[in-house]
Structures are given as C-alpha cells and as structure tokens.
C-alpha cells in the first residue's frame, strides 16, 4: 500500500470502494481499486493534509457512482454531445421560445454522467437560464423607471446638485440606492445561470480528471 493510502480519509474511501464493488467480477474489482489507487498516489503527496485529502476524493466522486459508470469490464461513461449540449441550452436555450431550456433539462435527465444532485442544481438554479434573467432585468427596469416617472423629474445637474435640487422640490434622493440594487440584482440574475454551467461541465469532467 503506497503512502497515499495510509491517509485515514483515503483508507476509508477505499474500503468504500471495495465495498460498492462487492458485485463487481474479482478481477474487474482488483483493476478498479487499482486504478483509483493509482490515481489517489499521484494527486497527493506525502503527508498531505486533510484539506488536500478531501479535495481530491471530492474530485473523484462517490464510491458507488464510480463503480456504476465503470461497470464490469465497462470504460467509464465519458460527457458527449448531448451533454455539452443539455449545458448550452440550459444556459442560453430560453431564447428559443422557452422550448430550447427544456430540451436542455430532458437531456440533463436523460444523461448517466451527473448525479441526482447535479440535475438538480441544473435544473432549479435559475429556471430558464439567461432568458429568465433577460426578462425579469427588463421587467424590474421597466417598473422601475415607471415609478420614477411620477415622483422627482429627471434632472441630470450632477450628485450634489441633484439631492439639492430634489429636497426643493419635495424629493428624496433614493433613485440612487434603487439603480445600485437593481445592478446588484440584474448581475446576480446574469452570474447564477454562468455557475450552474460552470458547475456542469466540471461535473462531466470529473472522472477524466479523476482517472486519466
């Protein structure tokens, strides 16, 4: 046993591991285990920490999802076409009429390289992906332009002159902090649908980084 595996936290995963492969033929279950083994002695180095440990275990996945897509005698199921194009239409599919977003979510289903937890987050992390965030950053900027039409006039005079200007004529000087939030909300709506993609095509990447 190399020194990587002396590590408690990748003891355990081993044994994990033999124990999801229990059905496994020996011979296949011996080449696994080794693989992983191998893998475990390069990604980390004598002494490692646990914080290092627990990185590199995350990157190679659960156990049983390991030995479910390796199978016996079986290569590991490898991201394709139809996932990096689930991604794209998650992500930008909305434009579509909608239709192309659920298209996408049917092919994040129907796929074998992510998890229950990563269909999920791709499915309910912002529904509609960048269509969604398109039309409510026009509909919260149209609202909000409507409610400033009736209050203080739109005079540009500059910061200072501006509050001074609105304090005369009976206003508050808030359409400042409303544009501030509505950046805040309009980049957030942008960067959610950008990490779930994000998160996805790392995802599907996990077992080629995790067994080269």
Excluded at 45 to 68: D, T
Excluded at 106 to 115: E, F, K, P
Excluded at 168 to 187: I, K, R
Aim: some cysteine.
């Amino acid at each position: 046993m190399n020194a990587a595996a002396q590590h408690p936290l990748v003891r355990d995963y081993l044994k994990r591991l033999e124990k999801a492969a229990k059905d496994l033929p020996r011979a296949r279950r011996k080449e696994l285990v080794a693989e992983i083994e191998a893998h475990l002695s390069e990604a980390l180095p004598p002494g490692a920490s646990e914080a290092e440990a627990l990185n590199v275990l995350e990157r190679l996945g659960e156990p049983r999802e390991i030995v479910a897509e390796a199978g016996p005698g079986q290569a590991p199921v490898r991201a394709g076409l139809n996932e990096w194009l689930a991604i794209s239409l998650l992500l930008a599919g909305g434009f579509l009429f909608v239709v192309g977003w659920f298209v996408g979510v049917v092919l994040l289903w129907g796929s074998r390289v992510w998890t229950l937890r990563d269909k999920l987050i791709g499915t309910l992390v912002l529904p509609g992906g960048l269509a969604t965030s398109a039309f409510l950053f026009m509909f919260v900027g149209s609202s909000t332009g409507s409610s400033g039409d009736g209050g203080c006039p739109a005079t540009r005079v500059g910061l200072h002159g501006a509050k001074a200007l609105n304090a005369s004529n009976g206003c508050t000087s808030s359409g400042v902090d409303v544009d501030y939030l509505f950046l805040a909300f309009g980049g957030l709506l942008v960067v959610l649908p950008v990490l779930g993609a994000i998160y996805l095509g790392r995802r599907a990447n996990r077992l080629e980084t995790a067994m080269p």
